[in-house]
């Protein structure tokens, strides 16, 4: 089992090194079936080891002594539960899918081997975040999924949007890694502890409730924030749009922003020890949930609005792993990552289509040109939306349950989760509706045709993960992890199920009405929302926020550090002690007059100087010198 | 012996006068021969016959009489007739007093703070002088006067290379 | 021994400082050098009086090195002077400043 777990994350590297450094050496078929292969291969290996898991077993197993210096003792360690097994049987199936797709998606690309190689990259780091048994190693694949998605957001780096994007991306991603490594401080202060093993079983040394662990939770929360991208460091997803589509679908929908959800699903034990912090992640992932659903509803590119969909869905897994809802919030991220990676694959084969307009009113009525793409995206607004039986359903219900019936206050929570259910499904219809089109066209002039098998077979595996995914046993498979997830009444129950299921309704009428039936009263709300409608178009106006408070600032510090400290201060310190040298040398270059008597004097000087000195250390002078 | 180290005291003074006073160069040298043998007297004084000998054979008898060869060979005029810089010698007076400042604390110290040694001069009149010194040369100072020989190995060819040089 | 050890010490500072004042004061290269031996004598006349009081002989041994060394310098010092008298130059300290910065 060590072995395997070992190999499931070295096949990807292996991926990347042999596309990295031979890719462009290489025939485009064979880069592309190295990096989908890779990936295929760690799938393969992931389920064999599902199949040990599912046995019983459970690996922590140490590698190597990574790092020593007194009792600071870092191993290389891998984990494997119930937990990260499920975490690497997603990223790796997922990543597979969206791989193959890729090979179609990216065929016309001059970078396809860089491409393929940045991809087997992320997903090799990935994996080393989830399969880690320690904070360290967990903090290292952090950090280089942070890297796979600012060298993928800035793929096409000629374009300034997309380079402005990735740099977005990382700045406010390293903001979350100063919390994680303070939170490795914290830990490591209090527990001499890094690794899963010993953190856990330490865990309750510490006072519960008390300062250092909620500052712990908190610390490592900001971790989870910035790459999750809720709610405030949530602003960098929308612009990582700007990275190819199957980079958004695997990176920025799947895997890497649930990252967070993972971490504190991991750390779980401590989260149930702070009930603050993790209050904490539930407010704000009740709040981006709502949010993100908000602006959602305003934009008008195809990307952007499943963007602020991930956000928003998110959102509901920090609000279920915020109030203990561990099973509900995992279950989620399943069920999510199917119809996400669908939604964008499905969105990519459309953009290819429409030759990279991604304006949704450019489009519409694609049932006859794209046939594929235009059911498997339906069963995906389906199954986000929360049609009964299909997978979304399954998990949305799951949270919002958890949400209501809970003992405290967490109801408030529930209630914006049922809004946000609501809103889910008004505005992916809205972009359904526009983009795909109720009718049937009689007769297409604008020669759209479908995406090529190689991208239309994954889509249609993911669109029936998006089916069939609510009927995997998620909950009893994690339960060794999270313990039984609380039972409700069958009352409350089916009561719940229905409510949830009567906003997602309201939610379709809605966005029917307004786009199918009557469109002119879609107009006409616009024009009597006003400026609530502008407000909500411009994301509620918090990157221009930010860039006041943040980004100008920080920018005129950098012009007065350069223009002013730099030449003035520093190179003026370092020039000045080179001038002062430089002149005292030439003072004393004038004591070489050459001439015999001036240096009898200079050396008699000296002389008499010595005598002096000696004659104070020995005690002949007035004056005590020395010991 | 106060009295005789008196007079040879007041020869000293007064011949370093002469080696820095005189105009002639001829007559400084001069001066510089009488001071030696003086000195030389000194060390007998001491008890320091094996320099005492050293001093007249050494100094006052080769090396003088090469100052005096070249000086006669020369006969470089007197520098007191080219015309003076005015600085230097307000240096040299300064120095003087500092010098003598210095010569007065000497006085208010009279005591030799050294450890005294072993070889008193009974001690170095049973063995001899030369014995004496001869032993410690090469025992306990063999590395300077190994050295020392060096050094006047490298003069004696410096000094043939200098003379040596075509004068341009 | 009747004549304390300082009077010898103070005749040899007397002597230096003379040699001293004449060293700088004198511009005939070969009278400065005879400042310069005056100098010496003088110090060896000091380390031969504190080994006498000391009951040791290093400063006499030391002494000895002294002369010895004298004695090369001014083998050296005499061509060099020689030399510059060849050159035609004065002979005079101050103008022979050739090593001037």
């Known amino acids: 089992m060590d072995t395997l777990a070992l190999l499931v994350l070295l096949t990807p590297l292996a991926g990347f090194i042999v596309n990295a450094l031979f890719g462009r050496l290489l025939p485009r078929r064979i880069v592309g079936w190295i990096g989908a292969g890779s990936i295929g291969l760690a799938f393969v290996l992931a389920l064999l080891a599902l199949s040990q898991v599912l046995g019983g077993h459970r690996l922590d197993q140490t590698y190597f002594t990574w790092w020593q210096s007194a009792d600071f003792n870092v191993p290389f360690n891998l984990y494997l539960d119930q937990l990260s097994t499920l975490m690497i049987l997603v990223i790796t199936g997922v990543g597979f899918l969206i791989h193959v797709y890729s090979i179609g998606y990216m065929r016309e690309d001059p970078g396809y081997s860089r491409f393929f190689a940045y991809m087997n990259l992320f997903v090799f780091t990935m994996l080393l975040l989830v399969l880690s048994g320690n904070l360290l190693w967990l ?25 402005f994007a990735a740099r977005k991306a990382f700045v406010m991603n390293t903001i979350g890694d100063v919390g994680m490594v303070f939170a490795a401080f914290l830990i490591f202060l209090n527990l001499r502890v890094l690794d899963y093993q010993g953190l856990f079983s330490r865990v309750h040394q510490l006072p519960k409730g008390g300062g250092v662990i909620t500052a712990i939770c908190l610390l490592l929360l900001l971790g989870a924030v910035a790459k999750s991208a809720q709610l405030p460091l949530h602003t960098w997803l929308p612009d990582a749009m700007e990275g190819p589509t199957p980079v958004s679908a695997l990176i920025h929908a799947a895997t890497m922003v649930t990252a967070g959800v993972y971490l504190v699903a991991r750390m779980h034990l401590l989260y149930d020890w702070a009930p603050t ?14 949010y993100a659903a908000t602006i959602g509803t305003a934009q008008i590119d195809i990307k952007r609005i499943l963007a602020y969909s991930t956000m928003s ?30 939604l964008f694959l ?18 519409g009525n694609l049932r006859a040109g794209l046939p594929i793409t235009f059911w498997t995206f339906l069963i995906g607004t389906l199954s986000i939306s929360g049609f009964p ?40 219809f809205r972009l359904f509706i526009v983009a795909f089109g109720w009718e049937w066209l009689a007769h297409d002039d604008r020669h759209l045709h479908e995406a090529l098998p190689v991208q239309t077979i994954p889509i249609v595996i993911l669109a029936a993960g998006a089916v069939v995914g609510g009927y995997i046993p998620v909950a009893s498979f994690l339960s060794p992890v999270f313990g039984q997830p609380a039972e409700v009444g069958t009352l409350a129950f089916w009561g719940l199920a229905g409510l949830t299921l009567a906003a997602s309704a309201v939610g379709f009428a809605v966005a029917y009405v307004l786009y199918a039936r009557r469109p002119e009263l879609a107009v006409a709300w616009r024009t009597r929302l006003g400026p609530i409608f502008t407000l909500v178009e411009h994301k509620y106006y918090v990157d221009e926020l930010y860039d006041r408070v943040f980004v100008r600032p920080c920018l005129a510090l950098a012009r007065f550090l350069n223009d002013i400290v730099e030449p003035r201060v520093i190179d003026g310190a370092v020039n000045g002690i080179a001038d002062f040298f430089l002149l005292e040398a030439r003072e004393f270059r004038l004591i070489q007059t050459g001439r015999v008597s001036s240096y009898a004097l200079w050396t008699l000087g000296g002389a008499i100087g010595i005598v002096l000195v000696v004659a104070g250390f020995l005690g002949y002078l007035p004056v005590r010198l020395g010991g | 012996m106060v009295v005789g180290f008196a007079i040879v005291a007041a020869w000293e003074i007064v011949t370093a006068a002469g080696v820095v006073g005189f105009r002639k160069p001829i007559y400084n040298a001069l001066s510089l021969v009488a001071n030696m043998l003086g000195l030389a007297v000194l060390f007998l004084m001491l008890n320091a016959q094996f ?15 090469l100052f005096v060869f070249i000086i006669a060979l020369i006969n470089p005029e007197s520098d007191v007739a080219l015309p003076r810089r005015g600085t230097e010698w ?27 040694g072993t070889l008193t001069p009974e001690a170095i009149a049973a063995v001899g002088n030369v ?30 290379y200098l003379a040596m040089r075509r004068v341009r | 021994m009747p004549v304390p050890a300082y009077s010898f010490l103070l005749l040899s500072g007397v002597l230096f400082t003379m040699g001293a004042v004449g060293f700088l004061i004198r511009r005939n290269p070969l009278v400065v050098f005879m400042c310069i031996e005056l100098m010496l004598n003088a110090v060896n006349l000091a380390f031969v009086a504190i080994s006498r009081y000391l009951n040791s002989l290093d400063g006499v041994i030391f002494a000895f090195l002294v002369i010895t060394v004298a004695a090369a310098e001014v083998v050296v010092g005499i061509a060099i002077i020689v030399q510059v008298y060849r050159a035609g130059r004065p002979m005079d300290v101050d103008d022979l400043d050739l090593m001037k910065e």
């Open chain 1, 139 to 163: 903090i290292i694949g952090w950090a280089g999924v942070g890297l796979s998605s600012y060298l993928l957001i800035g793929f096409w780096f000629e374009r300034t949007s997309a380079v």
């Open chain 1, 277 to 290: 912090a993790a209050a904490t992640v539930a407010v704000i992932g009740g709040v981006t949930a709502l």
């Open chain 1, 313 to 342: 869905q998110i959102g509901y897994m920090f609000l279920a792993v915020g109030i203990g809802a561990y099973t509900a919030g995992m279950f989620h991220f399943m069920t999510h990552a199917f119809f996400k990676a669908l």
């Open chain 1, 346 to 363: 499905a969105a990519g084969n459309v953009i290819h289509a429409f030759h990279e307009d991604q304006d949704i009113r450019h489009m």
């Open chain 1, 389 to 428: 039986l299909l997978a979304g359903f399954f998990s949305k219900d799951e949270i919002i349950r958890g949400a209501l019936s809970a003992a405290g206050g967490e109801y408030v929570l529930g209630i914006l989760a049922l809004i946000t259910a609501g809103l889910t499904a008004f505005y992916m």
């Open chain 2, 51 to 65: 320099l005492f000998a050293a001093q007249l054979i050494v100094y006052a008898g080769a090396v003088m009489v």
């Open chain 2, 90 to 116: 307000i240096y040299g007076a300064v120095f003087g007093v500092i010098f003598a400042a210095l010569l007065v604390t000497l006085l208010f110290n009279r005591g030799l703070t050294g450890r005294p």
């Open chain 2, 131 to 160: 014995q004496t010194v001869g032993v410690a040369l090469y025992t306990k100072f063999l590395f300077p006067v190994e050295v020392t020989s060096l050094l006047l190995l490298i003069a004696a060819v410096g000094a043939v």
